[in-house]
């Protein structure tokens, strides 16, 4: 049996066939070729496949599919492109918020998530915000400087 | 000041680091990885692609009865399972030549790879992987290193549980203790820790004309790893070309060789692309960890602060396969000693092969479980001869010129005017008891 998904990708409209049990993230990387979404534990327990679903940050490793029937998704390549970055993306890389830059996609959406919120967030709330986000990297520091940065319009 | 002499750098050298030290650069990359562009060994993809999945030990320590994948290959959509058998040379490793591709005749550790699947789809591989029959029979296992060394324990590789010993010796230890007017002896433990980088182990192997070999894999070492894999598969090495992709965190943990040969002989067999990438599971319990130590310290002091004697012996649980243990160790055991002027030193360092994970490279290799150690063993040192842990420090620091017990003379040490600093920035009272 399968299913046929509709949903709004980035702003365009997507439609593919799924099995019932795919997740989100399956989708988005395998049948859709999306992959700077990325995988880490499919688990719930990372954050790396964080997406935005109608605005709101889910990791998309345990969202099924037929779930986003009809919905609206944000992943990375939605965010901003190299030609045009958001301001986050730009912050990231000027505050070094990255070193493998694995977890920077999921990090980059829940933290464009918070500052649609609430654009003016204390330290506590950015933290907060990126909880789900697993960085192995670089201790966080960065992460959080650049996101209060962008929150009290300091990057371009 | 001593100065060391060196060739002149090429200026477009000396131009770079002008350029680049004291200014705040960002990562060449750094564009591609805020926009999900960096592709990383789970993103690489080819056209009529397969999936590999491994069969893994659920035992310890057991024998190898039998491998049936008969059942396994009657499912629609698998294409290839392989074993041991299909290892044209089954033996790899820096040091110890003790690690197979996959198991021959014995598993050592639970996750120990005994074969590998591969089929249209990762669903296909994985339930496939699950019909692969493994006969086994348990045999005792060894969990614990101390146990490892003693007479009658498990034998986990023939030779003896020891898999390496090393020491170091400089002065005369026993005189220096006989000067000494107060003995401290403690011991200390570290535990395994799993890297965890955050993208797991991750491989694209793609068949090419006559025989040749493409993999793109998520790994910090490509060069040994196309090394190793030419070996194992007895390719000439102009064969193998191994790319590094974007490495979603390494910390060691990518360093060697892992699911390369595996994706690399299926795709020889298939004549198609195959992808592998290790769930987080497969990560905790298969692929190598930080090796857990327990150091034993002695430390000689005379009662006016001077160091006179340390002895220091280290037992690394090596898990079931060398790796980079005895290289681990072997930067333990010089850095066993820390950074203090002490005129007789002993270190032995014992790498013990146990029915645990296999131990690894790991961020610091070896020198954390050390420096662990050695500087909670010189806060006591320090109070038991009554002195606070800093005065302790300087006094008995590292300075130029002083000679490591390896022989090695120091220059341009710092060690002072770092602990001066960090004095300063912690706002450190000379007397405060930490
Ligand atoms: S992959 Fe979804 S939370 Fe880790
Ligand atoms: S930069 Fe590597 S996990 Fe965050």
Redesign the pocket.
Known sequence: MTFHLRFWLNGQEVRTEVEPDETL?WVLRERLNMTGT?????????????VLLDGRPV????LLAPKAHGRHVVTIEGLGSPAKLHPLQQAFITYGALQCGFCGP?MLLSAAALLTQNPHPTEREVREAIA?N?CRCTGYQKIVQAILAVSRGEVP | MTVITRPAPPPVVEEAAEGAVGKRKSRHDALLQVTGQALYGVDMKAPGMLWAKAVRSPYPHARIVRIDPTRALSIPGVACVITARDIPHNRYGFTHQDQRVLADDRVRYVGEAVAVVAAETLRVATEAAKEVVVEYEPLPAVFDPIEAMQPGAPQVHEGGNIAARLHIRDGDVERGFSEAEIIVEEEFRTPFVEHCHLEPHAALAIPGPQGTLTIYSSVQRPFLVASDVAKVLSMPLSHVRVVATSVGGGFGGKNEMTLEPWVGLLALRTGRPVKMVFT?EEEFQATTVRHPYRMRYRTGVRRDGTLVARSVEIISDCGAYVSWGASTLAKACIHAAGPYVIPHVKIEGFLVYTNNPVGGAMRGFGVPQVGFAYECHTDSVAAAVGMDPITFRLRNGLRDGCRLPTGQVLERVTLHQTLQRALELAGWERGAVP
């Open positions: 993230l990325k995988v880490g534990c499919e688990a719930g327990d990372c954050g790396a496949c964080t990791t998309s490793c345990l999921g789900g697993l | 987080r």
